[in-house]
């Protein structure tokens, strides 16, 4: 029966579709993974910052009493200081924008996968559903063993149509969801080259001080 036939292609479509989502723990694990050196490069930063803004501190304090020339020797130590700790901060940030964009990357990836899934449970179930809505009710009864087969089938085909309409909800909404990935991934290469634009700055200051000593 052409029922068996529809049903046996959604069968198929939500196999695959579990197949994948095996699949993609390798995806949960390397975002865990990721999530995790995210947390410890903030965490690294939030003491760059600390020292970054004691080295401020020890700046000010240096340069009210830099009239002498040790004083004026102490106050470029720790302006040197300071701009390595500037330094370290936008390098810090820098790594976070990596792992960031690393991250969105995978998760798009996996959105990219499941829609070619909800795609091909689609075309098959619109494909079966279309062969089967082609039979009219008097060859199903002819076809099957009572009138009762054919009622089962019937409201089994209601169930499965259920179902591929629920197929459709889940691919508008994962390929929503990746279109905003998308555009976060823009918004982070953007941070990313306006910190290394930063970065070449910073470094561009240490080499003049070398330079000035």
């Given at each position: 029966m052409i029922l068996k036939d529809f049903t046996k292609l959604f069968l198929i479509s939500l196999s695959f579709t579990l197949v994948l989502g095996i699949s993609h723990k390798s995806f949960?694990?390397?975002?865990?993974?990721?999530?995790?050196?995210?947390?410890?490069?903030?965490?690294?930063?939030?003491?760059?910052?600390a020292e970054q803004e004691k080295l401020e501190r020890e700046l000010?304090?240096?340069?009210?009493?830099?009239?002498?020339?040790?004083?004026?020797?102490?106050?470029?130590?720790?302006?040197?200081?300071?701009?390595?700790?500037?330094?370290n901060i936008t390098q810090s940030k820098i790594n976070s924008t990596n792992l960031n964009i690393q991250s969105l990357e995978n998760s798009m990836t996996k959105k990219e996968s499941q829609i070619v899934v909800h795609r091909k449970a689609i075309s098959d179930a619109l494909q079966a559903l279309s062969e089967y809505s082609s039979r009219s009710w008097a060859f199903d009864l002819l076809a099957s063993a009572s009138i009762s087969d054919v009622w089962r089938d019937r409201s089994q085909v209601e169930s499965?149509?259920?179902?591929?309409?629920?197929?459709?909800?889940?691919?508008?909404?994962?390929?929503?969801?990746?279109?905003?990935?998308?555009?976060?991934?823009?918004?982070?290469?953007?941070?990313?080259?306006?910190?290394?634009a930063e970065l070449g700055g910073q470094k561009s200051v240490v080499e003049e001080n070398k330079k000035a000593k």
């Open positions: 949960g694990a390397d975002a865990t993974l990721l999530q995790k050196q995210i947390e410890q490069v903030n965490k690294e930063r939030e003491a760059l910052i000010e304090t240096v340069n009210k009493e830099a009239k002498t020339l040790g004083g004026a020797v102490n106050s470029l130590d720790a302006t040197r200081k300071k701009i390595q700790a500037d330094i499965l149509t259920g179902k591929l309409e629920d197929e459709i909800s889940f691919l508008r909404e994962t390929k929503t969801i990746l279109s905003k990935e998308k555009e976060a991934k823009e918004k982070v290469v953007d941070e990313q080259a306006r910190l290394k």
